[in-house]
Every structure is written in structure tokens, then in C-alpha cells.
């Protein structure tokens, strides 16, 4: 999402200070107008209209869906027009059960239970998620893992359950916190089920999300490879027991949820279908 207010796209940079987003700009414009470039030129060979400079997909004239919950939305900084329409989540019903081990039902008094996922191709950084777990392996908590391809390259502390893949959404609403990489899907489901997030961002999106949740207050935002191990520990434990945070949370989880994103998104494409046959009829 684009305005004046709205910091440059994929820069992570925060709302209440300007001062980099110029710089940020020029790199961009610099590492991505050849590429822009070879794309539109591509686009307009197919026969659509060109590109918005230094836009990669083009703007629908008829509605326009975005999935994003309203509390992290930019919503003061860039007034949509009225061909915007906002889905808070968009979660899918598909994943299978999961029976969680004992050790991860039965904690010991003041263990949480923290739900580690940090998607297909961070997981794959298989020193990073070694030092994840011999961080959180020292904790007094329980962590269920998504361990990715390379499953095989690491071991689990004995706090944790994880296997190469997990049906995230029938855990995440089992969980006390999340640690993510700040892919939309994990935010979004995350803030759907009314879930504190620890953000450790690799790449595109994921820093503009990370910043988001950072500078809303519904997470902590951490430099993915320059933390220090206390400052993980810490993070887990100021959200764990930040209490005006967990009520705020819940009031999230309840609008979100009452406002079904999926009705919002399936009410839309069905009224620009209704307005095409109409059109077409009158033809």
C-alpha cells in the first residue's frame, strides 16, 4: 500500500520518521528499474496496458482486495478510494488435526507453549534455527517447530515438538505466542486468533510487517541475525505477561472473527461479477 504517509514498500522503515525514506527510494529505483523495465515492456507485449512506473502489477478500476487486519492497516496515512476493499483475515479451514504431545499439554507451572515458524525458506537457514533453539532450548517454555526442509540438518531441545510440516492454523489458536518470520499468512492468522507475535524478518514483506506489529505494540520486532540471546528471552517474557497487551488482543481476535474476511472478499467478486452480466446483458 502507497501514500504520502506510508513508509517506501519492502523498507521496513517506520511511520514517525522520514528521514530514510528518501535514501531508501533512490536504492530501490536504482536495484529495480532494469528489472521494472524488462517486466513492463513483457506486460505491454501481451497486450495490457502499461505499468504504473515502478508498479508490478496493475490496479483494478472495478475493486480491489487486500488481506491485512485493520488494527496494523494503514488506515490514517493513505485514504483508500472506494475500489478498495480491506479482508482483516483470510483463513483456511484445510489443515488437518494435531494431537499435541503430552509434554507440550502438560507443562510445568509458568511454561508457556510458543509457536516457532519461520516458513519454508528461513527454515532452510539451518545455523539460524540451530541458534534458535539453543536460545529457546534454555527457556522454561515449550515450543512446537516448524522445522522446514531441512528437518534433518538440526536436533530439537528436549522444550520442543516439531516435524517438517505442521498444520499451522490448528496450532497457532493452541499457542501463547508466535515467533515468526512476518510472512502476511502467519501475521494475519496470528492477529485472526488473537496471538502476541515475535518478528524476525528475512526479506519483501516481511519487514514492513515486522515494523507494523513492532510500532502498533502487538510484537516485538528483532534484527533476525544481530539479536542478542537476551533479547529474545526478554521479548518472550514481556509479552507473556503484558496483560493490557493480552486484552487488547482479545478484542482483536473478537472483531476480526465477527467480521468475516472471507464474506467481505466472496461479496465483492460476486457484485463486480453481477455488474459484468449486467453490462453484458444490456449490450
Not at 215 to 242: C, Q, S
Request: a negative charge.
Amino acid at each position: 500500500m502507497k501514500g504520502e504517509g506510508v513508509p517506501p514498500t519492502f523498507s521496513g522503515l517506520p511511520c514517525d520518521d522520514q528521514s530514510q525514506w528518501g535514501d531508501f527510494k533512490k536504492k530501490y529505483s536504482t536495484t529495480h528499474r532494469a528489472m521494472w523495465e524488462t517486466f513492463n515492456a513483457w506486460v505491454i507485449e501481451q497486450g495490457a496496458p502499461p505499468l504504473p512506473d515502478m508498479e508490478f502489477i496493475h490496479t483494478s478500476e472495478q475493486a480491489n482486495l487486500y488481506v491485512y487486519p485493520q488494527e496494523i492497516d494503514y488506515t490514517d496515512q493513505r485514504p483508500l478510494d472506494q475500489t478498495w476493499h480491506r479482508m482483516d483475515s483470510s483463513v483456511r479451514d484445510t489443515d488437518g488435526d494435531l494431537e499435541l504431545p503430552e509434554s507440550m499439554k502438560n507443562r510445568p507451572e509458568g511454561s508457556a507453549l510458543i509457536y516457532l515458524s519461520l516458513g519454508s525458506l528461513g527454515s532452510a537457514d539451518v545455523d539460524l534455527m540451530r541458534r534458535l533453539v539453543s536460545i529457546l532450548g534454555k527457556t522454561r517454555h515449550r515450543f512446537i517447530v516448524s522445522k522446514g526442509p531441512q528437518h534433518a540438518s538440526y536436533e530439537l531441545a528436549e522444550n520442543m515438538y516439531g516435524a517438517e510440516f505442521l498444520p499451522q492454523i490448528k496450532i497457532i489458536p493452541q499457542v501463547d505466542l508466535v515467533i515468526t518470520h512476518g510472512g502476511n499468512n502467519t501475521v494475519v492468522e496470528s492477529m485472526h486468533f488473537g496471538k502476541p507475535m515475535i518478528v524476525l524478518p528475512l526479506f519483501w514483506d516481511q519487514y514492513d510487517n515486522a515494523q507494523r506489529i513492532d510500532e502498533t505494540g502487538f510484537g516485538v520486532r528483532l534484527a533476525t541475525y544481530d539479536f542478542d540471546d537476551a533479547e529474545m528471552v526478554d521479548a518472550i517474557d514481556r509479552l507473556l505477561n503484558d496483560h493490557k497487551l493480552q486484552d487488547l488482543l482479545r478484542e482483536t481476535k473478537a472483531r476480526i472473527q465477527g467480521n468475516s474476511g472471507v464474506k467481505v472478499g466472496a461479496d465483492v467478486i460476486e457484485s463486480v461479477g453481477r455488474k459484468y452480466r449486467e453490462t453484458q446483458q444490456s449490450l
